[in-house]
């Protein structure tokens, strides 16, 4: 195998190094999350987003079930996916939303639903409406 046989294979290797980075995909189930509608999983959804972001990035999925949440903080490389059969439900807490909220950090995160949504199905400004129409939902801040 001559040089360029072998600066093949190390640049294959590199990309196969890099790959599972940007694939790599998290699950907040294993870390507690219940997704029962009644039980916070807060706690689980963050920890999936920040190992999956100590581990290069990648995509927290919510797969099916409720999943109940405090606001919750995206970071750089991640991508929160809210599958057909799942719905993200914002707290109706009012003691868990901070006083000011920043919604936007330097960095790329994301959020995306299964495609059976549309842009005119996102309620950003009122407390309980549903992203995605039937099955994945948000909730800003209520007001005071």
Not at 21 to 49: E, H, L, V, Y
Not at 50 to 63: E, H, M, P, Q, Y
Request: proline residues 6%.
């Amino acid at each position: 195998m001559g040089w360029r046989g072998i600066g093949g294979l190390a640049l294959l290797a590199t990309a196969l190094f890099l790959l599972p980075a940007a694939a790599r995909t998290c699950d907040p189930m294993s870390f507690g999350a219940k997704a029962d509608g009644k039980t916070k999983d807060t706690k689980a959804i963050q920890a999936a987003i920040d190992d999956c972001a100590a581990k290069g990035g990648g995509t927290v999925t919510l797969a099916y079930g409720v999943y109940l949440s405090a606001p919750i903080v995206l970071k750089s490389n991640i991508t929160l996916e809210v599958k057909h059969d799942a719905t993200l439900l914002g707290s109706p807490d009012h003691n868990d939303y901070p006083q000011a909220t920043v919604f936007r950090a330097p960095g790329r995160q994301s959020l995306r639903s299964d495609g059976r949504t549309t842009r005119s199905d996102w309620s950003a400004h009122s407390r309980g409406h549903r992203y995605g129409g039937r099955r994945a939902s948000c909730a800003s801040r209520p007001p005071a």
